[in-house]
Antibody, heavy 123, light 110 residues
Framework: EVQLVESGGGLAQPGGSLRLSCAASGFTFRDYSINWVRQAPGKGLEWVSFISDSTSETLYYADSVRGRFTTSRDNAKNSVYLQMNSLRDEDTAVYYC???????????????WGQGALVTVSS | QSVLTQPPSVSAAPGQKVTISCSGSSSNIGNNYVSWYQQFPGTAPKLLIYDNNKRPSGIPDRFSGSKSGTSATLGITGLQTGDEADYYCGTWDTSLSAVAFGGGTKLTVL
């Protein structure tokens, strides 16, 4: 059974840092790209970042987080990480990791999602 | 403001049909595949439609997807109260090198 489990959420101060983890199981992790998607309270889905599978490890970021957030993966641990620095109030959201399916970005879709991790940025 | 435009809400009676539109541009919907996601309050989104019109295993055929030009549509027939949820369209935006989501549509089954 495919599973994605986020951890590391919590309370951080503005300007602070937090690191989220996404632990994967039930599939050959290194063969899949992973997205981070967030959802602010009462708002819609907002894409955060994309890390490709191990063949290229291509990275993409949303403008709103580029330069502050860094996505990485450790295939030995079947995990993806989201390092969040210089946090702002508007980063408060539930953060989901999601597996990417599809042969290329033009046809990619998110077939499995984690349960989400809440990040609250507040002083 | 979302790259893809969806109506904030739609409603219909049980048993009826509803459609949810998703409008984009040539850099996203016009040249890439569209997927749709269903989300109930407090839970993670779930894949409903991929590759414009394909359903994952376990998704009933009451749900359908279509695409024409720079717009896509999600259709739901035989509406049930259990279909009340938020629905999001998504695709890759080639110009932005980013995943684009619609703002979401809240479905109410009256």
């Amino acid at each position: 059974e495919v599973q994605l489990v986020e951890s590391g959420g919590g309370l951080a101060q503005p300007g602070g840092s937090l690191r989220l983890s996404c632990a994967a199981s039930g599939f050959t992790f290194r063969d899949y790209s992973i997205n981070w998607v967030r959802q602010a309270p009462g708002k819609g889905l907002e894409w955060v970042s994309f890390i490709s599978d191990s063949t290229s490890e291509t990275l993409y970021y949303a403008d709103s987080v580029r330069g502050r957030f860094t996505t990485s993966r450790d295939n030995a641990k079947n995990s993806v990480y989201l390092q969040m620095n210089s946090l702002r109030d508007e980063d408060t959201a539930v953060y989901y990791c999601a597996r990417v399916k599809g042969p290329q970005l033009a046809s990619a879709y998110l077939d499995y999602w984690g349960q989400g991790a809440l990040v609250t940025v507040s002083s | 403001q979302s790259v893809l435009t969806q109506p904030p809400s739609v409603s219909a009676a049980p048993g009826q049909k509803v459609t949810i539109s998703c409008s984009g541009s040539s850099s996203n919907i016009g040249n890439n595949y569209v997927s749709w996601y269903q989300q109930f309050p407090g839970t993670a989104p779930k894949l409903l439609i991929y590759d414009n019109n394909k359903r994952p295993s376990g998704i009933p055929d009451r749900f359908s997807g279509s695409k024409s030009g720079t717009s896509a549509t999600l259709g739901i027939t035989g509406l049930q109260t259990g279909d009340e949820a938020d629905y999001y369209c998504g695709t890759w935006d080639t110009s932005l090198s980013a995943v684009a989501f619609g703002g979401g549509t809240k479905l109410t089954v009256l």
